[in-house]
């Protein structure tokens, strides 16, 4: 699927911004996509409230320079080392968009266990239980067609999960977690993602190369 994003920025009676914003939180948002969501939600006088999460690598300057008014947390999704600090800056998130995964497939062949602890949102899930007072965060949840094992096209909701890698088995173990343990969410199956490069230039597969 091609990305493109639209965002409906709400306003108060004067026309202004209004104060009482979401609060939403991007975990990845220093990928493609979560760079593409971070664009759009960060538009000019957008009422959200926004962060995002990394693991390995800061985000560099430049990001947060074009994106003025983001928050940026360093977040172990295996252990969730990072999470509370977000919350005790922002508070808890009223929207969670969960980007983040172990997407290479060789990288999961190769490393499974790694796979399975980083994709399956264990640790998100527990502390998004904190804030279960009032209303339950809502979980936007980033999945895959590679739940499937590929021997047709147009696959729908009501087909069979078959995955035949490890990326596709930890999706399918991250949906059915959710399902379990999480009510206010939805899960959305992706295909290849492409597009135009978003506000600072990610690297691309070569076969998102291809595509483009």
């Known amino acids: 699927a091609e990305a493109t994003f639209g965002v409906c920025c709400s306003t108060a009676m004067d026309g202004s911004p209004s ?14 996509l979560g760079l593409h969501l971070l664009e759009a939600l960060c538009c000019p006088h957008s009422p959200f409230r926004v962060a995002f999460t990394y693991h390995s690598h800061p985000p560099p300057p430049l990001l947060l320079e074009r994106l003025p008014g983001v928050s940026a947390f360093k977040v172990d999704l295996v252990n969730g080392d990072g999470f509370d600090a977000i919350a005790a800056t922002l508070g808890p998130p009223q929207v969670v968009v969960n980007c983040s995964a172990l997407s290479l497939p060789r990288e999961c062949e190769d490393k499974p266990s790694l796979a399975m602890a980083i994709n399956v949102p264990n640790s998100l899930v527990q502390w998004l239980s904190l804030f279960t007072g009032v209303q339950s965060p809502f979980l936007i949840q980033l999945s895959t067609d590679q739940v499937y094992e590929g021997a047709k096209s147009f696959y729908t909701e009501e087909d069979d999960t078959n995955p035949v890698n490890v990326y596709g088995k930890s999706k399918v173990a991250a949906e059915r977690f959710i399902q379990g343990n999480w009510s206010n969410y939805v899960i959305l199956r992706s295909s290849i993602i492409y597009g135009p490069q978003p506000i600072i230039p990610v690297q691309k597969s070569l076969l998102v190369q291809v595509a483009d």
């Open 19 to 32: 104060k009482e914003g979401r609060f939403i939180l991007i975990l990845g948002g220093s990928g493609y």
